[in-house]
């Protein structure tokens, strides 16, 4: 098993910025990669954006691109997410998950809110 612990989410003005992390615990070293994905009320779930645990490589949804960058600490077995360039519509709960390579994300932390106000 996996645990999975957000922090860093608050209240940032249009524009502003927030990093959001993550720290993993447990069997880590089954860990394929990681993710971020969002809910805002009345919202599906979305993907945000992931990181491979090992090779550190990248893909992020078109939303945030060139605004949000994901990165991680395996020393800390800890997930980052800078966003920068903040929106409104980036106003969400933020969860970080995690899956074993061939798994689907079986992992997930508490959530943390994310709130960007015009």
């Known amino acids: 098993q996996v645990q999975l612990v957000e922090s860093g989410g608050g209240l940032v003005q249009a524009g502003g910025s927030l990093r959001l992390s993550c720290v993993a615990s447990g069997r880590t070293f089954t860990l394929y990669n990681m993710a971020w994905f969002r809910q805002a009320p009345g919202k599906e779930r979305e993907f945000v954006a992931r990181?491979?645990?090992?090779?550190?490589?990248?893909f992020y949804a078109d939303s945030v691109k060139g605004r949000f960058t994901l990165s991680r600490d395996n020393a800390k077995n800890t997930m980052y997410l800078q966003m920068n360039s903040l929106k409104p519509e980036d106003t969400a709960v933020y969860y970080c998950?995690?899956?074993?390579?061939?798994?689907?994300?079986?992992?997930w932390g508490q959530g943390t809110q994310v709130t960007v106000s015009s």
């Open positions: 990181i491979t645990w090992s090779g550190g490589n990248t």
């Open positions: 998950a995690g899956r074993m390579e061939g798994s689907t994300y079986d992992y």
